[in-house]
């Protein structure tokens, strides 16, 4: 429906700037419909300025095609990430994770809430999944594609016509009736931070239909249930998030996040989860052998205390603690997807753009 390209945005006194460009693809130019969602997506990712979502720094129209200028990411999507770690059999450790979970659930809380003036941001995102997640090579982690994101108000936030989004990852309400708020999305962070700490996804069934029952029914193996000595006051926040009835479920980001005030995250996290990004994008042709040498020069200790909370401490032989975890035997493998990762927004003045292979060229680029 959309493609992206990386651009040079040309300013002022000869200033550029490395964008991602993303514009419509020809053939849906005509659907009036696709046309007005990736309108509604500019004008709405361009009101959000938080730094874990994304920027959008332009959006337009030249000769008849639509585009975003959008700050470009350079490193992984989390998609990617788990897919490889997966092949490897190894995770992200809870203390990584934990990092994941406050900046994703930082940057929705900023969403789904009223500015400080009172007046309503109320935007959801409706598509919360690790294809959406973006990590760069220093660590940092951005939300993007608010697409699909509607404002909080009237009819808008429970239209029913069109349910959009990846099944997996749904929150019962939306996949079954369309009716969605900052709680469904809430619920799809859930799936992704249970997916990131064990390597699959809660719900899965054997085909469409059995996963949307499994959602429905809450029907999953608790966090604690596949790893017996994750951290208990992580597992039972996540636990919450995939809450099949939103009554039971957190009620704003905020609240997940005061509950994870006891597992904060290490010092490092940042700088560990940006060296996972390096080696897994700097090391994909690699062979495994190869690339496990390249992640194991951090390593991270979780000891659970007396207190039942969790102790961080880290060995750095190399410099850095530890980021990946075996995973266990169960750990299931997913197909890579591809590694080119950028974010959202675009520019009339975009030029010397890199076509991907068999593309063709943005009608604004040199």
């Excluded at 719900?203 to 208990?232: I, S, W």
């Excluded at 060296?275 to 194991?296: F, G, M, N």
């Excluded at 075996?326 to 675009?346: C, F, K, M, N, Q």
């Amino acid at each position: 429906m959309a493609e992206t390209f990386e651009a040079l945005r040309r300013g002022a006194s000869g200033v550029t700037q490395r964008v991602c460009v993303k514009r419509i693809l020809p053939a849906f130019e005509r659907d009036e419909e696709f046309l007005r969602l990736f309108l509604e997506e500019a004008r709405v990712s361009a009101s959000l300025h938080h730094g874990g979502i994304a920027q959008v720094l332009d959006f337009g129209v030249v000769d008849g095609s639509h585009y975003l200028a959008l700050e470009l990411v350079e490193g992984l999507d989390l998609r990617t990430v788990i897919s490889r770690l997966n092949e490897l059999d190894d995770r992200l450790t809870t203390g990584v994770v934990a990092h994941l979970a406050f900046e994703l659930a930082g940057a929705l809380e900023y969403a789904h809430a009223a500015t400080p003036n009172g007046r309503a941001r109320g935007v959801v995102h409706r598509d919360i999944s690790p294809s959406n997640v973006l990590l760069s090579r220093e660590g940092e982690v951005k939300l993007t594609d608010f697409g699909i994101a509607k404002a909080m108000s009237g009819d808008v936030a429970t239209r029913t016509a069109v349910v959009k989004g990846k099944l997996p990852y749904m929150a019962p309400e939306y996949a079954a009736a369309g009716h969605f708020n900052a709680q469904s999305d809430l619920f799809s962070l859930g799936v992704t931070l249970y997916e990131c700490v064990t390597g699959r996804r809660p719900f899965d069934g054997a085909n469409d239909l059995e996963t949307l029952e499994n959602l429905q029914r809450g029907a999953h193996l608790r966090l604690e249930q596949v790893l017996p000595g994750v951290d208990r006051a992580f597992a039972a926040a996540v636990e919450r998030l995939l809450e099949p009835d939103p009554a039971r479920r957190y009620l704003t980001a905020a609240g997940f996040l005061d509950d994870l005030v006891a597992l904060s995250p290490p010092g490092t996290a940042q700088l560990i989860l940006g060296r996972v990004v390096s080696a897994l994008q700097d090391h994909v042709a690699s062979d495994s052998a190869t690339l496990h040498e390249a992640l194991a020069h951090t390593k991270l200790r979780e000891t659970e205390l007396d207190d039942g909370t969790l102790a961080l401490s880290a060995d750095e032989p190399v410099g850095g603690s530890a980021v990946v975890q075996r995973a266990g035997p169960d750990a299931s493998t997913r197909t890579r997807l591809p590694t080119v990762v950028a974010s959202e927004a675009a520019a009339p003045q975009a030029a010397a753009v890199t076509r991907p292979a068999g593309r063709s060229k943005p009608p604004h680029s040199e």
